[in-house]
């Protein structure tokens, strides 16, 4: 089962519900829950044991591993200090951005998607800096406090931003994912992060090629919305 951009926080208490109730229910049908990336609205730090949204996420993660279910946490642009605290609380294994997985017989590539954003110069040039190590241990050094007014400033400049970019240079560029694709020699990707969910085929240097488009989560909007991607014997997006 895959999910991506939950961004679960305090004012979104039905979408945390939801995303417990999967937990309790339809994940435990499968083998392994891969979460591409925002899961949380914003993550201050693995010290931030303050935070019940936090808390409550890491203790339905822990139940739905201990059950069985093998769990896997990518960052997105939103929680990319998640670290290994976390994880090990979580019950959970930290994946690269990207990276490639054996899935149904076929090797798959899976990106939280920001990376493929490269008509957005401005937010590439922001998030090499945001996921460069030293960055982050200058960053985690400095107290929870101001660390939280810090990430409140970035993400209200954000929404700026977002409101006076067009949309299409915030979608994922079709030529930096057939690139990807091709590097990775594989005819099959899985990404989150535009909000725009949809499969999309194509031909990949001969071959039949499809991309998958994780819905966001927001059960508190009207009409609420959600969904996820599983894989049996298919391919199958399950949206509300």
């Known amino acids: 089962m895959f999910i991506s951009d939950l961004h679960l926080s305090a004012t979104h208490p039905r979408t945390l519900a939801r995303f417990e109730r999967l937990l309790a229910s339809e994940a435990r049908a499968h ?14 730090g693995d010290d931030a044991t303050d935070d019940d949204v936090g808390n409550a996420v890491i203790a339905a993660l822990r139940a739905v591993a201990q059950a069985g279910v093998r769990v896997f946490v990518m960052h997105g642009n939103r929680d990319l200090l998640l670290g290994e605290d976390f994880a090990a609380a979580a019950g959970a294994t930290l994946l690269a951005d990207p990276t490639l997985a054996a899935i149904g017989g076929e090797t798959v590539l899976l990106a939280h998607g920001d990376i493929y954003c490269t008509r957005d110069v401005a937010y590439q040039r922001f998030r090499a800096q945001a996921r460069n190590a030293d960055f982050q241990r200058a960053f985690l050094a400095k107290p929870l406090a101001e660390r939280r007014a810090f990430i409140g400033q970035v993400r209200a400049k954000s929404e700026e931003v977002k409101q006076a970019t067009a949309a299409e240079i915030m979608d994922v560029t079709p030529e930096a994912i057939v690139d990807a694709m091709r590097a990775a020699g594989v005819t099959r990707m899985i990404h989150g992060h535009t909000h725009r969910p949809a499969t999309h085929g194509f031909v990949l240097d001969g071959r039949s090629a499809e991309r998958w488009v994780l819905p966001d989560w927001n059960l508190d909007a009207e009409p609420p919305r959600g969904g996820y991607l599983t894989c049996r014997s298919t391919w199958q997006m399950t949206r509300w």
């Open 31 to 44: 083998a392994e829950l891969v979460i591409l990336g925002d899961l949380f609205e914003y993550w201050a």
